[in-house]
């Protein structure tokens, strides 16, 4: 049997390896270690000419003049002087080759019978029509279009056809509540919003437009919204501002010519949470991202034409952005998009699909693992997996026990799996293994992708030891690393590149073994990362705080079984306000009012005071201790009310 390395120390953890099969590495583009080295010291003594050459790989209207320069450090360009566009590097370079009536993208709707396949030549069509239909609405290179859209291949075609004319996409979750919505276009100031009558979760419709409208009214940048029929769900139309999706693609020509775009014009907007109570707009631009997110794909999934590759994420983030859509679309791959979840209608439904469709190459996050995990190995077996070669994890650390089940179970001890670390604001993976040349290490996101040099800092800027905590930071630009934050280039400084200037600052803690494995540890700001997606606890804090019952709040990331970490809430009430479960209750969909469902605490717990220092900081390093349960909170003596603590033990939510 296979050991379980749960319990065992870290040490063992890092001595443990696992080669990947010599059928894998037959084929596989790296194949050695002494392979990557090779290419990973060049790429790092030269970078100008390693990203070069892979960049020569895609369509350039116009080559660039210099591959990387500082404009005024921190803020780079890459490629500049070259003309590129995103859309015609996926669609239309495939359309002289072979791979012109290949799947693009294959589209697994909730409901079983909904799937649609596109071929390159029919995506290619799509994307053209609607690149006309956004023309005909008024919107032009740089102006922004929102986009609040369930996992259907609308979205994809929406995203192909804004970088077609060079309009700026701005995705928000669709899980996302219309306030959050709001503030989002209000930040980017968006033109149009595309969005669809509604989603479909769990069999049931969930209104977007609606959602949208309660907002609308206050969006006075949008002039049009474009909506989608998914839902079957009624809505309100607006004459003179709403359009459907199927009447404007009726007459809309096929033909559209791609823009000519800088390679440093802006691409999209994705925003992402940080330590504030206001999402960081991260700006990625053109020619960089394009060559970053082809080349990861291609070596990190080894991805080859015959694959069938699927990431289980929502488009909505960035891992759907890069590795559903424009990664594997530039390399010419099949990339299958799923509308539902994993467990609907029942906990196989992954498994069902793996084998309906053949796929390769699998990509989802650890929380999904342990959940099916959970589920049992009985709904794995029901499902012949053999097509799947390789397995990828992205959004926290994969604990051994998830690793292990996902190696045995999932690969059947064949697949490698590479675990991926990144962010929004990298565009693409930075540290992970290429399956064919790495011994893995359960746990270890491994070595830095060529091209990437990280390191771990301690607090007074040298270099950690091996095996030694420390911040997270790269040290060389990429092209993928996000140009900055829209609208607020300081708060690009003050987060990336104030606390140590010369590095990008990851916001991870993390150490490097003796072998120059790389250990994710987690984040060092208050940042919550629930089920792989980022949670600022600012957000959440000030969510509550705006409920008329709260007077105060600290929101702490608390351990949890499946999700990696979930939110716990301290809340202090206004005076007179009686403390009850079902208020507690309201302050829950409270948050997912404000912010979405996705943010909501997994416990409340009423506290008359909080633990502050003297000055009023709130201690959060003793609330999350208390919520952890560790039975030494740390130093208590700052603290202007020392007995605060011991009745927050006391009245800990179980
Ligand atoms: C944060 C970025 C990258 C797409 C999904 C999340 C954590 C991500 C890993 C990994 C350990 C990871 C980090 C990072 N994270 N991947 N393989 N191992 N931690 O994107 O929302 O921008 O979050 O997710 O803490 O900083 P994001």
């Given at each position: 049997m296979e050991e379980s390395i749960l319990s065992v120390s870290s040490e063992r953890a890092e001595r443990r390896k696992v080669n990947p099969s010599k059928k894998f590495v037959k084929s596989a583009y790296v194949k050695s270690l002494r392979e990557y080295n090779k290419i990973y010291n060049e790429s790092v003594k030269n970078p100008a000419k390693f990203w070069g050459e892979k960049a020569k790989q895609l369509h350039w209207f116009k080559k660039w003049k210099t591959v990387f320069k500082y404009s005024k450090k921190p803020f780079v360009k890459w490629f500049e002087g070259g003309k590129i566009n995103v859309s015609y590097n996926c669609l239309d370079r495939h359309l002289t080759t072979w791979r012109k009536n290949k799947a693009a993208l294959i589209w697994q709707g909730e409901p079983e019978e909904d799937s649609r396949t596109y071929t390159y030549v029919e995506l290619h069509r799509e994307v053209c029509k609607f690149a006309n239909v956004l023309k005909r609405k008024g919107i032009r290179k740089g102006d922004r279009v929102c986009l609040y859209m369930p996992m259907i291949p609308e979205i994809a075609i929406a995203m192909l056809a804004c970088t077609r004319i060079g309009a700026i996409h701005s995705i928000v979750f669709g899980g996302y509540s219309a306030e959050s919505l709001r503030k989002r276009i209000k930040d980017s100031e968006a033109k149009m919003l595309i969005t669809a009558d509604g989603s479909l979760r769990k069999g049931k419709p969930m209104p977007l437009k609606d959602k949208a409208d309660s907002v609308l009214g206050k969006c006075r940048s949008v002039k049009n919204v474009i909506v989608c029929k998914r839902a079957n769900i009624k809505v309100k139309m607006n004459k003179r501002r709403d359009f459907w999706w199927h009447e404007e693609m009726k007459?809309?020509?096929?033909f559209c010519k791609a823009v000519e775009m800088d390679a440093e014009d802006p691409l999209f907007i994705l925003y992402t949470s940080g330590t504030t109570g206001t999402p960081k707009g991260v700006l990625h631009t053109t020619g960089g991202y394009l060559v970053y997110v082809y080349q990861t794909t291609k070596w990190v999934f080894d991805l080859k034409d015959d694959d069938t590759y699927w990431c289980t994420a929502d488009v909505g983030w960035i891992t759907g952005h890069s590795y559903i859509v424009y990664g594997p679309l530039a390399n010419g791959a099949t990339s299958l998009m799923f509308e539902g979840v994993p467990t609907y209608p029942e906990p196989d439904r992954f498994w069902q699909i793996v084998e309906k469709y053949k796929v390769n190459v699998f990509y989802t996050a650890p929380t999904v693992v342990r959940a099916l995990e959970r589920e049992g190995k009985k709904w794995v077996d029901k499902h012949d997996l053999s097509s799947l070669r390789l397995l990828g994890s992205v959004g926290e650390p994969i604990n051994p026990d998830a690793w292990n089940w996902y190696y045995n179970v999932i690969g059947k001890r064949k697949c490698p799996i590479v675990d991926t670390w990144w962010q929004t604001e990298t565009g693409g993976i930075l540290i992970t293994p290429l399956p064919g040349a790495m011994p893995l290490k359960p746990g270890s996101a491994t070595m830095p992708f060529p091209g990437v040099v990280p390191a771990i800092l301690k607090e007074d800027g040298s270099e950690a030891a091996a095996n030694e905590g420390g911040d997270l930071v790269i040290k060389k630009s990429w092209p993928g690393i996000g140009r900055t934050v829209w609208k607020n280039p300081k708060r690009y400084i003050d987060v990336y590149f104030s606390k140590f200037p010369d590095y990008y600052l990851a916001g991870d803690a993390a150490k490097k073994d003796k072998d120059g494995y790389f250990w994710i540890m987690g984040r060092i700001d208050d940042v919550v990362n629930v089920s792989g997606h980022r949670i600022g606890t600012a957000e959440v804090e000030s969510a509550l705080v705006s409920h008329k019952t709260v007077a105060e709040s600290a929101v702490v990331p608390m351990s949890h079984e499946i999700k990696g970490q979930c939110l716990y809430a301290f809340v202090t009430l206004k005076r007179g306000v009686k403390k009850s479960d079902k208020l507690k209750i309201e302050l829950v969909k409270h948050v997912a009012r404000v912010i979405g469902h996705i943010a909501k605490p997994e416990k409340v717990q009423f506290a008359d005071a909080l633990p502050k220092t003297r000055s009023g900081k709130i201690m959060r390093r003793i609330l999350k201790a208390i919520v952890e349960g560790k039975k030494d909170v740390g130093d208590t003596t700052t603290l202007a009310d020392a007995s605060v603590v011991k009745t927050l033990i006391r009245e800990k939510e179980k």
């Open positions: 007459d809309a020509s096929p």
